[in-house]
């Protein structure tokens, strides 16, 4: 199993610009969650998806983000216009539960480092 | 929101145990215990989890006191490879109502030489 695979691993762009991060979760994962890890903050959960449905997106920022799940395979996170602010590195994570309940644990992928200037 | 309370930092030497420790006072009685493991520039990986007394596996133990306000994350003879930040989690996951994972600041755990 390759494992959750994420793309791009890096990006920077210029404030004001669209950024989409893509998530490939691991096969026969019924949840998706994206988390934003900063110094100031550490790892925040922005979102997480049950079966391709948002279940909770209390932690998304603000209306700049939106997240996606078209099926099973993929997910996308979009910051649309991305500000300096935005810069972070943004891990997706899959897992047959929770994550909390007995032998589910997270899996994440590598994450992204966003650079917005 | 069963939030976890663990030391900033922590320094060890090769060779040497480590014994990291986690608080979490308001854990519910259906909540796991689950520890993480981060290096610089990967995503979190799961170590162990546990429910009570005493779990262990080929990476670390776990001991979790009768009261389960606690736990302890014991790391035998670590090496240099193990200097990364380490993650305490209570699962929130009660019944119909999904809830939301904390993993705070964690303990970055430098190991020398």
């Known amino acids: 199993d390759a494992g959750v695979i994420q793309s791009p691993r890096h990006e920077v762009t210029e404030m004001g610009q669209e950024v989409t991060l893509r998530c490939k979760p691991i096969?026969?994962?019924?949840?998706l969650f994206w988390y934003r890890q900063t110094m100031m903050r550490g790892l925040e959960l922005l979102i997480y998806?049950?079966?391709?449905?948002?279940?909770?997106d209390s932690g998304m920022p603000e209306d700049r983000f939106s997240a996606k799940m078209p099926n099973a395979s993929f997910s996308t996170l979009k910051i649309q216009p991305s500000e300096p602010r935005d810069s972070a590195v943004y891990f997706c994570?899959?897992?047959?539960?929770?994550?909390?309940?007995?032998?589910?644990?997270?899996?994440f992928g590598n994450g992204t480092r966003l650079t917005v200037t | 929101l069963a939030k976890t309370t663990q030391p900033i930092s922590m320094d060890s030497y090769e060779g040497q145990e480590v014994n990291i420790t986690c608080s979490h006072n308001?854990?519910?009685?259906?909540?796991?215990i689950t520890w993480y493991q981060q290096f610089p520039s990967q995503g979190p990986r799961f170590i162990i989890q546990?429910?009570?007394t005493k779990v262990t596996n080929e990476v670390a133990s776990l001991f979790i006191p009768a009261d389960r306000k606690s736990s302890t994350l014991s790391l035998p003879r670590v090496s240099l490879s193990d200097t990364a930040v380490y993650y305490c989690?209570?699962?929130?996951?009660?019944?119909?109502?999904?809830?939301?994972?904390?993993f705070g600041r964690g303990t970055q755990l430098t190991v020398w030489p």
């Open positions: 994570a899959s897992s047959p539960g929770t994550g909390g309940t007995y032998n589910s644990p997270l899996h």
């Open positions: 096969s026969g994962h019924d949840y």
């Open positions: 998806f049950n079966n391709n449905v948002p279940i909770d």
């Open positions: 308001n854990i519910a009685t259906n909540d796991y």
């Open positions: 546990g429910y009570k």
């Open positions: 989690l209570v699962g929130v996951d009660r019944g119909s109502t999904l809830g939301r994972l904390y």
